[in-house]
């Protein structure tokens, strides 16, 4: 505070060059309670506020002044800050308008402690004077960063665990806790959600994770030492930034929905929407990474970007899809979206055949699949109108081999007429059929066609956007 103090002394008396200005600035922008300092030597010499004072320090300054505060303590607490300020810079007592009331000062200063001693029969101790006040002056609370807004339970039975490191001692973590700067949460068992002050900026931990929040506002950060967190964020107003750091990157923010992980070899970022300055921190330019993508930094220096996803078919450039010779006969074909939306989807249509009236109980049509290293999920959007027994959609994978293999299925009944839904099924890993074709390890990027059918009963069922995505910390399974 002492370089603060000195320089205010020097704006108040008017006598601060440029430079020393400037740093007078940056000091009172960047010091906590910067203007209670100020308001204690505003009223201590007795001045009107500067005309230098930055935007809206002014009136806090007079909120300060207004507050019950004993004279007797201002008085004894800046008589010493006055006295060492004095002694590291000179100038005030030999330029600016004190030096022509020194004189005066003095000869005011000398008759007022005549008077005093004349009525104080009682030796004075004035070391004790000075400092008896400061004995009660309790330093000021830190101000809260952030709030706990939800703590939930993980899947075991415990309960929720996570711990909060303040100061070098350790408490559990409590729902509604507020957190001030240097703050570190340590999440074993259970998500944290955490809403930021003053906006409505929200991170919630993901898994087992470790986070410390580094600084607020106007420079807000966190730093994700281990596991994961996902972040919605309003846009940042102009002079403000919310940054998010790994050991191994940065990601600045400008408003957005995102996730970060980390381990000791790889930081990764995904954007929901809104973009996000991403860089390694061993080496290399920041790279502007936006909705719909992801970043991955790794130890070795290496900083790359993809889209989490990538389409398949959107059912806008004619039929790619054909039907299986061991499929029973089913209607598919584009169609208008029956939501009204404009652009073609694919409608499927099936009667359910049992094995015992000659049918096969299931549908099946094929189209080429080409997986690519960071693909781990088959997405695509599906609407539900008629529904009979227990039907599913099931999706299977062949190899070049002809090796087949399950991917999964999705339950038709607890979607019928719900509207359009998001459906995925994992294709970076699958579990072969029941065929004695081909090898018996799956390798995903020998995979040729995805084979998609209702199964198991009557249904018609529509089909959009059919994408490959990479795994990803913004959605959630089906």
Known sequence: MARLEELTLLVIDGVATPAELAEWERLVADTPDAERTVADLVAF?????????????????????????PEALR??????????????????????????????????????????????????????????????????????????????????????????VRDGAESPLADGS????????????????????????????????????????????????????????????????????????????????????????????????????????????????????????????SLRTRPLARVVDDFEGGLLWQREPWSDAFDFGLADDPAGARGSCLRIEYRFVPPASGGNGY??????????????????????????????????????DASCWYAGYIGLGERAGAGWRPARVRVDRAQKKNNAKGSDTYDPARVRDCIIGVHGGTATVYLDDVSLSAESMLTRDE
């Open 178 to 301: 507020e957190l001030v700067a240097a703050d570190r949460i340590r999440v074993d068992a259970c998500s944290v959600a955490l809403e930021f002050l003053p906006d409505t900026a929200r991170v919630e931990t993901v898994g087992a994770s470790t986070l410390v929040l580094a600084a607020g506002v106007p420079n807000r950060r966190v730093e994700l030492e281990r596991g994961s967190l996902n972040a919605s964020l309003p846009p940042q107003r102009a002079g403000t930034s919310f940054v998010f750091a790994t050991p191994l990157a940065e990601a600045r923010v400008v408003g957005t929905t995102l996730a970060l992980s980390t381990d000791r070899t790889t930081s990764r970022l995904e954007v929901g929407h809104g973009s996000v300055a991403f860089r390694n921190l061993r080496g290399g330019d920041p790279v502007l990474v936006g909705g719909g993508s992801y970043a991955v930094a790794t130890s070795d220096g």
């Open 45 to 69: 010499e007795g001045t009107l506020l500067s005309a230098h004072f930055p935007d809206g320090l002014a009136e806090r300054v007079m909120s300060r002044l207004r507050a019950d505060r």
């Open 75 to 164: 008085a004894a607490t800046m008589a010493r800050v006055r006295a060492a300020a004095r002694r590291r810079h000179p100038r005030h007592l030999s330029g600016g308008p004190l030096r022509f009331m020194l004189p005066l000062l003095v000869g005011a200063a000398a008759t007022v402690a005549f008077f005093v001693l004349r009525a104080s029969p009682q030796p004075v101790d004035v070391d004790t004077v000075i400092d008896a006040p400061r004995a009660a002056v309790e330093p000021p609370a830190p101000s809260a960063l952030a709030r706990v807004a939800a703590l939930r339970a993980g899947d075991d039975a415990v309960g929720p665990r996570a711990t909060l």
């Open 363 to 400: 549908t099946a049509m094929a189209a080429p699949l080409s997986i690519q290293r960071d693909d781990a999920w088959l997405t695509f959007r599906l609407r539900v109108d008629r529904v009979e027994g227990h039907a599913a959609l099931n999706v299977l994978l062949t190899m070049r």
